[in-house]
């Protein structure tokens, strides 16, 4: 059976991303590019909609509660000219990776008091664990929980480059190694289904 459609949105541009900070679970808004790259998602949205013919009331949207994606969400279902009531679905299983006691912290930052843990975190970046944070298969857990309750439907997501990564392992289309260290870019927007991944610009 085809699994239907998952259309996933990276949340937009913020200051800690701009510093190339680690975010994880901090509560960090959108800045003004990312505000303009939430507009950009609904454009491309719009029109792979209605490339398939389908209408949005085919899909559910949900989002991470933390800000930055809850409001890229926001602007994406005011461009495509959806109300605010009910609002979109939230589900505390797609926050980011947790880094734990890394989080605020450049990579630079990290490797003047982590030193050892950074070089093993390159060892095995997919089981390894930042101090008091997850790992990509903690992740991949959570997130896999909460795709099995929505695999029988049509979904238009806005989380983290982490989840986007977990779900390029559970839908099949990317190998762990090449998913942790691959770009997910923000402004654009994932298709997800069966073992088939686009990527829309």
Same mark, same amino acid.
């Given at each position: 059976?085809?699994?239907?459609?998952?259309?996933?949105? #990276?949340?937009?541009?913020?200051?800690?991303?701009?510093?190339?900070?680690?975010?994880?679970?901090?509560?960090?808004?959108? *800045?003004?590019?990312?505000?303009?790259?939430?507009?950009?998602?609904?454009?491309?949205?719009?029109?792979?909609?209605? !490339?398939?013919?389908?209408?949005?009331?085919?899909?559910?949207?949900? %989002? %991470?509660?933390? @800000?930055?994606? *809850?409001?890229?969400?926001?602007?994406?279902?005011?461009?495509?000219?959806?109300?605010?009531? /009910? /609002?979109?679905?939230?589900?505390?299983?797609?926050?980011?990776?947790?880094?734990? $006691?890394?989080?605020?912290?450049?990579? /630079?930052?990290? $490797?003047?008091?982590?030193?050892?843990?950074?070089?093993?975190?390159? $060892?095995?970046?997919?089981?390894?664990? /930042?101090?008091?944070?997850? @790992?990509?298969?903690?992740?991949?857990?959570?997130? %896999?929980?909460?795709?099995?309750?929505?695999?029988? !439907?049509? &979904?238009?997501?806005? &989380?983290?480059?982490?989840?986007?990564?977990?779900?390029?392992?559970?839908?099949?289309?990317?190998?762990?190694?090449? &998913?942790? !260290?691959? #770009?997910?870019?923000?402004?654009?927007?994932?298709?997800? %289904?069966?073992?088939?991944?686009? $990527?829309?610009?």
């Amino acid at each position: 059976m085809t699994a239907p459609i998952l259309y996933f949105v #990276r949340h937009g541009e913020t200051d800690w991303n701009a510093e190339a900070r680690l975010q994880g679970q901090r509560d960090v808004p959108l *800045n003004a590019r990312g505000r303009v790259q939430a507009r950009r998602c609904a454009a491309l949205l719009r029109d792979l909609v209605k !490339r398939d013919g389908g209408t949005y009331d085919a899909f559910t949207f949900v %989002s %991470s509660p933390l @800000s930055r994606a *809850n409001e890229t969400m926001e602007i994406v279902r005011a461009d495509l000219g959806l109300p605010r009531e /009910p /609002p979109h679905q939230t589900d505390v299983r797609l926050v980011e990776l947790s880094f734990g $006691r890394w989080e605020g912290l450049t990579f /630079p930052e990290v $490797r003047a008091k982590d030193a050892a843990m950074l070089a093993d975190r390159e $060892r095995d970046l997919w089981n390894f664990r /930042p101090p008091g944070g997850e @790992s990509y298969a903690d992740l991949l857990a959570r997130v %896999s929980d909460w795709h099995g309750e929505m695999s029988d !439907r049509r &979904a238009i997501v806005v &989380a983290h480059g982490g989840v986007a990564r977990a779900l390029m392992v559970h839908f099949g289309v990317m190998a762990k190694d090449d &998913a942790t !260290r691959g #770009r997910v870019d923000q402004g654009v927007v994932y298709a997800f %289904s069966d073992t088939q991944l686009a $990527r829309h610009a």
